[in-house]
């Protein structure tokens, strides 16, 4: 499959679709029920980790939607799925008929080698590949806090992310030249079928409008293709990163939905 040369959104849906059902099933527990993949961070219980993905043109049946439900609820998680609509075209209205809400609509944006341009942080920041042990921990450390996780350093995650990056995966930090910390990072995750997707885009509050974002995105993309793969993908999670990606070259394409059972 061509990754790259997506004739229709509805091309790019699918073949997003099929990215996400390669890479999240990457050491991880799943479980198969109905036209669903389940699968569950075996580290984490962020309900953002644990989600399901469907199969092409799902349409579950009103007892595939209910079963869904048990091997979440099992865990202590909500059940919640993660999909492009285009690619299940059905699929929203069955889960909503089975009790299920929309989370969240999220912007699909994308990068193709042409588009990506490069862009530089405010002087006093330099952006480069962690290279050694302290690189991996401060880069982890700086996107923990970034993202409101707190000081601390999971090493379990500095030990995923070298793993990681052994596997295929791109990362970016920033460091304050002035001070030698590290404030910022990003990965490109491990590549699957010639698509990567950007996250993890993190900076210190204290680093925060210098374009630090930006240049470790654009970065990621351009290491992205130089390191072969065709397409390059993120979700923003709010309109001040939509902005910031839409300056590192990425344009929307499509739309992702999240969708959850509460109770």
């Not at 004739?7 to 997003?16: I, K, P, R, T």
């Not at 199969?55 to 799925?81: I, K, Q, T, Y």
């Amino acid at each position: 499959m061509d990754l790259h040369a997506f004739s229709s959104v509805s091309a790019l849906d699918q073949q997003l679709q099929h990215y996400l059902r390669i890479t999240t099933t990457r050491d991880r527990d799943v479980e198969r029920v109905g036209p669903f993949l389940a699968t569950f961070d075996p580290h984490s219980s962020n309900p953002y980790l644990n989600y399901a993905i469907p199969d092409d043109d799902a349409g579950p049946s009103a007892a595939e939607v209910a079963a869904l439900e048990e091997p979440f609820r099992r865990r202590g998680l909500p059940p919640r799925l993660e999909f492009l609509p285009a690619a299940a075209p059905a699929l929203e209205a069955a889960l909503l008929a089975g009790g299920f809400t929309a989370e969240g609509r999220l912007a699909v944006m994308t990068c193709a080698a042409g588009e990506a341009v490069d862009l530089a942080p405010a002087p006093g920041i330099a952006i480069a590949m962690p290279k050694t042990e302290d690189d991996l921990r401060g880069m982890r450390a700086a996107q923990h806090a970034a993202f409101g996780a707190g000081a601390g350093v999971d090493e379990g995650s500095v030990r995923r992310l070298r793993d990681s990056l052994l596997a295929g995966a791109l990362a970016l930090l920033a460091r304050d030249e002035a001070t030698g910390a590290i404030v910022g990072g990003g990965v490109a995750t491990v590549p699957a079928a010639g698509v990567t997707e950007v996250a993890g885009i993190g900076v210190l509050e204290s680093h925060r409008r210098r374009g630090i974002a930006g240049a470790i995105t654009a970065g990621l993309a351009r290491a992205a293709f130089a390191a072969g793969h065709r397409t390059v993908w993120l979700t923003p999670g709010h309109a001040d990163a939509h902005r910031v990606y839409g300056r590192a070259g990425f344009v929307d394409r499509t739309t992702m939905l999240h969708m959850v059972k509460p109770g």
